[in-house]
């Protein structure tokens, strides 16, 4: 029963945040008029902003991949989070169509998945660097 329960506490620590992270984007995207809730996003291009939004929810993606147990899913975490994080951009496209006073726009699909891709790249960067202290293994 233990093993189970610390199953668990791995799979909310990993995917805890990306489920968080997309209820968000889900949420501004229920909003007409998100710029009300978010003022500084006028400041920025559309397509930047959903570059950003969805490079965050790449990193999160690739990080909770690279975090499971199944050695598949690891060795492919970069392809399945970019994969992920496009597939929930094209669910936020055909949301957006139905909220009144905004539109749904393949070109920001196509920010999304970049932005994605950018987050799985930065966080396998991060994930991926050594501390300065430690000391490299040694073969006998």
């Known amino acids: 029963m233990e ?16 489920c968080a992270y997309a209820a968000l ?5 229920s909003q007409s008029h998100p710029e009300e809730q978010v003022p500084f996003v006028t400041h920025f291009s ?7 939004e969805y490079a965050v929810l790449g990193a999160l993606c690739y990080r909770a ?19 992920f994080t496009s597939l929930y951009g094209v ?10 006073f905004r539109e749904s726009s393949w070109l920001d699909w196509v920010a999304d998945t970049i932005g994605g891709a950018i987050g799985a790249g930065v966080m396998h960067r ?5 501390p300065m202290n430690s000391v490299p293994e040694t073969s006998p």
């Open 65 to 83: 991949f690279h975090a499971t147990p199944r050695e598949g899913w690891r060795r492919q975490a970069m392809l399945l989070a970019i994969v």
């Open 3 to 18: 093993h189970r329960g610390n199953d668990m506490k791995c799979l909310l620590r990993s995917w805890g945040p990306v």
């Open 126 to 130: 991060v994930l991926s660097l050594r």
């Open 91 to 100: 669910s936020d496209e055909i949301h957006q169509a139905f909220v009144p």
């Open 46 to 52: 559309d397509k930047v902003l959903h570059a950003v």
């Open 25 to 29: 984007i889900f949420y501004m995207s």
